[in-house]
């Protein structure tokens, strides 16, 4: 088996990924050792991590499964993104890999384009309007759900 490490990344990206780690695992009421032991790892590999210290791509996938983060998560949250992707189940099982944000702009989005196809007569602040009401909709129906947006 080929061991893989990520890019090098600076200080403040993997400072970025330990807070993000270290928020999860007390969200979820865990200790760091609850959580090597579930990812099956050495306490020593697992601290890295929350210590901002590079780990193996490996290792980083076996603590996005405890953490209940889509795969890859960590490594985007090392290239600069704000959070990591919950994987959500429904009722049925499902699983969603779909972070609330990035789903309110898809929606924003494909109302804009779709009143600009048909939209002969409005105005682009009123597609702007439409956009932002939209998203206003859609994220106080997840609200009511109880669906968490970041």
Known sequence: MMWVMPPPYDAAALQRLATAVIQRRVDLGHNKID???????????????????????????????????????????????AAATLIERDEAGTISPVRAEDLA??????????????????????IRALKQRAVEEVMQRWKERGIEQD
């Open 105 to 126: 702009k898809d929606v924003g989005d494909a109302v804009q384009n779709a009143a600009i196809a048909v939209g002969d007569d409005l105005s682009a602040a009123q």
């Open 35 to 81: 959580v090597a032991r579930a990812a099956e790892l050495q306490i020593n590999t697992y601290s890295k991590i929350e210590d901002a210290k590079p780990v193996r791509l490996t290792t980083y996938g076996k603590v996005e499964a405890v953490l209940g983060w889509a795969p890859g998560s960590c490594i985007h949250i090392l290239d600069g993104a």
